[in-house]
């Protein structure tokens, strides 16, 4: 089992230009969290999923939208690139509601 | 909101043990979560304390005091392999998501 699978690993872009962030998993969790990590700072929400085609808004969702159309797949799309964006992103899922996340390897993105 | 406060960092040796305190601030509470991150790695569980108490896995400890709004994660027998960023999460009123403290940087030296 792959676990938690996240493309690209790294990648630069310009301003104004979008992206899609993919994250797959093969754990059959319903619940899947996209963070992103500044250096040296904690982890903020930008959007999760309790399952197929539910959404909801986390603590910085400006800037970013996301889907759902499979338990195994939630992509997560930037319109627009800002320098604020530059960041790590790690997409997460859990079994049980939130007590254990297993997160992906991270997405380093620059936006130039 | 939610709020969680713990040290920038920590420096220990080799062989020694080390707390790290985590206060929050919630509405609702179901549980308090600790997971370590190396530098460039992504972050992985370590434990979750839900009523208080200790809760022991191997050398690492972790400890809730639901009336405090504290909580604690203990490091014994330091080992090299052990510096990383740790980091206290709450899971809230929601109950669906976690917020993420701002993360403890330990160092272990030799």
């Known amino acids: 089992n792959a676990g938690v699978t996240q493309t690209p690993k790294f990648r630069i872009l310009k301003i104004g230009q979008s992206m899609t962030l993919q994250c797959a998993q093969d754990?059959?969790?319903?619940?899947m969290y996209w963070y992103r990590q500044d250096p040296g700072m904690g982890l903020k929400l930008i959007y999760y999923?309790?399952?197929?085609?539910?959404?909801d808004k986390g603590e910085v969702p400006n800037g970013y939208n996301v889907s759902r159309s499979t338990t195994e797949d939630f992509p997560l799309r930037l319109e627009l690139a800002a320098p604020s964006q530059t960041s790590v992103y790690f997409c997460?899922?859990?079994?049980?509601?939130?007590?254990?996340?297993?997160f992906g390897p991270g997405t380093r993105l620059t936006v130039l | 909101g939610q709020s969680l406060e713990q040290p920038s960092e920590v420096t220990a040796v080799e062989g020694a043990i080390v707390q790290i305190n985590c206060t929050y601030q919630?509405?609702?509470?179901?549980?308090l979560s600790w997971y370590q991150q190396h530098d460039g790695g992504a972050p992985t569980f370590l434990s979750y304390?839900?009523?208080?108490g200790l809760e022991e896995t191997g050398r690492f400890s972790s400890f809730l005091s639901r009336s405090d709004s504290y909580g604690y994660l203990l490091l014994q027998e330091l080992q090299m392999k052990d510096s990383a960023s740790y980091f206290c999460?709450?899971?809230?009123?929601?109950?669906?998501?976690?917020?993420f403290g701002g993360g403890t940087r330990v160092l272990v030296k030799p």
């Open positions: 997460a899922t859990t079994l049980d509601r939130a007590n254990e996340q297993f």
């Open positions: 754990m059959n969790h319903n619940y």
């Open positions: 999923s309790v399952g197929a085609g539910i959404t």
């Open positions: 919630t509405s609702g509470f179901y549980g």
């Open positions: 304390n839900a009523l208080d």
């Open positions: 999460a709450v899971r809230g009123a929601a109950g669906n998501k976690l917020t």
